[in-house]
């Protein structure tokens, strides 16, 4: 089990599942929307990270906030650094699709790749945050499974939209 250094931040492993669910989430939204670019897809998924990262920013400095005490500029860099992960997990489906014409896919086609990589990684991050807690291998098992099952709704509501 390796040792995390307390001088080091932790990974928001809850950021980086929600933000792969959310980056899933914006994928499928654009099936009902017909034809897209894959530009525009791109920027779509960035922003939308990062409207919803600055919405866990100032959630968390609020609900952490005592009545009247003010907020430093540490505790917001702090806090800004820990949701961080909600706007990575973006990037690699914004690079899945940025890469879908090198591997020759159409929209429809780089929709369905960007999804997988956003359900991939939202099952990788789920399985690395209970490991890294110490589940045994079946809750970690069981915590991919589930998120699985979650990126699967997205899918079949996507495939719903479509026809």
Do not use: C
Request: avoid cysteine; glycine fraction near 12%; charge should be positive.
């Amino acid at each position: 089990m390796p040792t995390i250094r307390p001088d080091r931040p932790r990974t928001d492993y809850a950021g980086a599942i929600y933000g792969a669910l959310l980056a899933a989430s914006v994928i499928a939204g654009t099936a009902g929307f017909g034809p897209f670019s894959r530009l525009g897809l791109v920027l779509l998924l960035l922003v939308t990270g990062l409207v919803f990262w600055a919405a866990h920013v100032y959630a968390r400095l609020a609900g952490e906030r005592a009545h009247g005490q003010l907020l430093t500029r540490g505790e917001i860099r702090h806090t800004a650094g820990q949701e961080w992960p909600v706007v990575q997990a973006a990037v690699p489906p914004a690079l899945a699709v940025a890469i879908s014409p090198l591997l020759g896919l159409g929209l429809a086609g780089t929709a369905w790749f960007a999804l997988g990589v956003a359900l991939v990684e939202q099952v990788a991050w789920a399985s690395v945050a209970a490991a890294r807690a110490g589940a045994s291998p079946r809750l970690v098992a069981l915590s991919g499974l589930v998120n699985l099952v979650l990126g699967l709704v997205i899918v079949a509501a996507k495939t719903a939209v479509q026809h």
